[in-house]
C-alpha cells in the first residue's frame, strides 16, 4: 500500500487485488470510502461536454449559437406576430409575408444548432432558444405591441428560467 502523496485521490491496492476501493482524500487523512462523486477537477483541466470532449471556458462554438438565436428569434417573433398590428391585412397576405420572414429564421438558427451541437445537448439548446424567446417575446410585446406585462408575466417566466435552469444542471 502506498502512503507517499502522490497516492492521494487515488484506489488503494489495500488487497491483493485492491478490493476495498478505499480512497486517500489528503496526504494527513486515513482511508475513506470511495466518493458517490468523482472528485473536484483540478485547475486548469477544461470540464467536459456531452459528447466527452474537453469544453473550454469561452469558444465561439458556446457563445455563436446563443447570438444567432436571439437573431433568428427576432425574425420569428415578427413573422408570428407582427402582422397584429396590421389586422385589417389579407390573412394570405400576411401568411406570405410571414414565410418570407421565417426563411431569414431558419437561415440563422439552423446553422447556430448545427454550431451549438459541437458543446450543447439538443435539451440545452432548445432550453436556449425558449429563454431567448421569452426575453425576445417580452420587448416585441412591450415596444411592437405596446402590450404591458403584469406580474403574472414575470412570475411565470421566473418559473421557466428555473426549469431551464435544472436542464444545465450537472
Given amino acids: 500500500m502506498c502512503l507517499?502523496?502522490?497516492s492521494v485521490g487515488t484506489l488503494t491496492d489495500c488487497m491483493p487485488?485492491?478490493?476495498c476501493g478505499m480512497v486517500r482524500?489528503?496526504?494527513e487523512d486515513s482511508f475513506s470510502p470511495p466518493r458517490e462523486r468523482p472528485l473536484p477537477r483540478k485547475a486548469g483541466v477544461p470540464a467536459i461536454n456531452v459528447q466527452g470532449l474537453p469544453m473550454p471556458t469561452f469558444s465561439p462554438a458556446a457563445v455563436?449559437?446563443?447570438?444567432?438565436?436571439?437573431?433568428?428569434?427576432?425574425?420569428?417573433?415578427f413573422a408570428w406576430y407582427g402582422h397584429l398590428k396590421f389586422k385589417?391585412?389579407?390573412?394570405?397576405?400576411?401568411?406570405?409575408?410571414?414565410?418570407?420572414?421565417?426563411?431569414f429564421e431558419y437561415c440563422l438558427a439552423v446553422p447556430a444548432n448545427r454550431?451549438?451541437?459541437q458543446v450543447y445537448s439538443a435539451a440545452q439548446l432548445k432550453t436556449i432558444q425558449e429563454v431567448i424567446t421569452l426575453l425576445v417575446f417580452?420587448?416585441?410585446?412591450?415596444?411592437?405591441?405596446?402590450e404591458s406585462l403584469t406580474?403574472?408575466?414575470?412570475?411565470?417566466?421566473?418559473?421557466?428560467a428555473g426549469g431551464a435552469a435544472l436542464i444545465f444542471r450537472a
Fill in 4 to 6: 507517499a502523496p502522490h
Fill in 17 to 19: 487485488k485492491g478490493e
Fill in 25 to 27: 482524500r489528503s496526504a
Fill in 64 to 77: 455563436w449559437p446563443i447570438v444567432m438565436l436571439a437573431m433568428s428569434n427576432v425574425f420569428m417573433t
Fill in 88 to 103: 385589417g391585412s389579407a390573412l394570405t397576405l400576411v401568411v406570405l409575408v410571414s414565410w418570407g420572414i421565417a426563411f
Fill in 115 to 117: 454550431i451549438g451541437a
Fill in 138 to 146: 417580452s420587448g416585441f410585446s412591450v415596444f411592437w405591441l405596446k
Fill in 151 to 160: 406580474i403574472n408575466h414575470f412570475l411565470g417566466f421566473a418559473m421557466i
